[in-house]
């Protein structure tokens, strides 16, 4: 299986900051990986697939970079309701999921 | 409105089998392929399987290959997780989520819709 490593797994910042999330898989992925948000009891949601596509609705302060083995979320704003946990997954070999950045406030 | 009910989760002692079920409505089910994702509490996502719209292929994660056997009734728009031999590990809430694909690869899809989840807990 492809494992995907996240990093980092929890940071702490504040509203304003630009936040960077790492993602980097075990082989080449091409750009078959997707970012979602998870927010405590609710759903995960997708902010981009396809490693830069921006899913509808979602905020452009969200953005998505990569390709082959190693990837980034950004988030050039860090707002109020940001503060949640991010997952990417890939889907190039069966489905994995990262370990998952937990966002805190600072 | 797209809606995933899961139901049939439970307690179940190791060695144990159970039977998930979930109803999809709000779409055209038999036009998706379907997942299994599960969360062990307090931790991340993991994808458990998969089954193609017309349920020709299947796929599993390696820690279930052998155990569970994923199905679906077109007829009756659910989805089905045959869970046998269970383990302590596979303690987890239980989502059924949608494929969704963005390319004609067949390798560019994400989750777009889940359930709100059905608990298996494992435990003698």
């Known amino acids: 299986d492809i494992q995907m490593t996240q990093s980092p797994s929890s940071l702490s910042a504040s509203v304003g900051d630009r936040v960077t999330i790492t993602c980097r898989a075990s082989?080449?992925?091409?750009?078959?990986l997707n970012w979602y948000q998870q927010k405590p009891g609710k759903a995960p949601k997708v902010l981009i697939y396809a490693a830069s596509s921006l899913q509808s609705g979602v905020p452009s302060r969200f953005s998505g970079s990569g390709s082959g083995t190693d990837f980034t979320l950004t988030i050039s704003s860090l707002q109020p309701e940001d503060f949640a946990t991010y997952y990417c997954?890939?889907?190039?070999?069966?489905?994995?999921f990262g370990g998952g950045t937990k966002v805190e406030i600072k | 409105e797209v809606q995933l009910v899961e139901s049939g989760g439970g307690l179940v002692q190791p060695g144990g089998s159970l039977r998930l079920s979930c109803a999809g409505s709000?779409?055209?089910?038999?036009?998706?392929?379907m997942s299994w994702v599960r969360q062990a509490p307090g931790k991340g996502l993991e994808w458990v399987a998969n089954?193609?719209?017309?349920?020709?292929?299947?796929n599993y994660v390696d820690s279930v290959k052998g155990r569970f056997t994923i199905s679906r009734d077109n007829a009756k728009n659910s989805l089905n997780l045959q869970m046998n031999s269970l383990r302590a590990e596979d303690t987890a809430v239980y989502y059924c989520a949608r494929d969704y694909h963005f390319d004609t690869s067949g390798r560019g899809y994400y989750f777009d819709y889940r359930g709100q989840g059905t608990l298996v807990t494992v435990s003698s």
């Open positions: 709000g779409f055209t089910f038999s036009t998706y392929w």
């Open positions: 082989q080449s992925i091409n750009r078959y």
């Open positions: 089954i193609e719209d017309n349920g020709s292929e299947k």
């Open positions: 997954q890939q889907s190039w070999g069966t489905v994995t």
